[in-house]
């Protein structure tokens, strides 16, 4: 079956340092979605990518789509304590299945 | 954050017992979903529900059985479970897509808060 490589598994910064997360899929994506478990909790939607080349921002969060729709990065600027937490990926293809299909996940620990 | 719920919250039950996990979501959605998730599997897709129907078992053992009786309620019956079977159990749902009414969806699944299960 189709799957999205998630990478790192795991990372630990200072806070103030910046952070990346990468999802790679071998075939073209029809879209990709990003979410954010905070440690207890549950994972919660944060963006949704759909075109080329596509990059969103969220204050601090960069989300991009890559331009062969196969990869994706979720950047965080200057980390915070609060950002905290497992980062998921999931992607879809265009084969008429509806259901998402998650990463691995990345999860980040931020020291004060 | 109320949109789905989950009961119970946890549950510790013994490898011969029958219990049933409740999962409501008061979004107006049309898709359900059972995930796993477990320190080796993250997010490990059991079932999809579609308008009622099941369109997909990921090949989850028939210990673990589904009910969906309306797009918004769906249930896990669980039943001679094993201790792997140990591990958060998750809900989601989401607006598909529906050819026939023409509706668009947003795929955008939305968690409840989960029920943490422990089988001794």
């Known amino acids: 079956g189709q799957q999205v490589m998630q990478i790192p598994q795991y990372q630990h910064v200072q806070e103030g340092e910046d952070f990346t997360t990468y999802c790679n899929s071998s075939?073209?994506?029809?879209?990709i979605q990003w979410y954010k478990q905070r440690p207890g909790g549950h994972p919660v939607f944060l963006i949704q990518?759909?075109?080329?080349?596509e990059v969103k921002k969220q204050k601090r969060l960069t989300f991009q789509f890559g331009e062969a729709k196969k990869n994706s990065s979720l950047h965080i600027t200057a980390t915070q304590t609060t950002d905290v937490g497992t980062y998921f990926c999931?992607?879809?293809?265009?084969?008429?299945?509806?259901?998402?299909?998650f990463g691995s996940g990345t999860r980040l620990q931020v020291q004060p | 954050e109320t949109g789905v719920t989950q009961t119970p919250r946890h549950l510790v039950m013994g490898m011969t017992n029958k219990k049933s996990l409740k999962c409501e979501q008061h979004?107006?959605?049309?898709?359900m979903y059972w995930y796993k998730q477990s320190a080796k599997k993250p997010l490990e897709l059991m079932f999809v529900?579609?308008?009622?129907?099941?369109?997909e078992n990921n090949s989850v053992p028939s210990r673990f059985s589904p009910e969906c009786p309306n797009s918004s309620h769906l249930f896990l019956h669980l039943h001679t479970l094993q201790p792997e079977d140990s591990a958060l159990y998750l809900c989601?749902?989401?607006?598909?897509?529906?050819?026939?009414?023409?509706?668009?969806?947003?795929?955008?699944?939305?968690f409840g808060p989960g029920t943490r299960l422990t089988v001794l």
């Open positions: 989601a749902s989401s607006q598909e897509s529906s050819y026939s009414s023409g509706r668009a969806g947003s795929d955008t699944q939305y």
């Open positions: 075939t073209t994506l029809s879209n």
């Open positions: 990518l759909v075109k080329s080349g």
């Open positions: 999931a992607g879809m293809w265009n084969t008429g299945r509806r259901a998402l299909t």
């Open positions: 979004l107006g959605h049309n898709a």
């Open positions: 529900y579609n308008f009622k129907e099941q369109t």
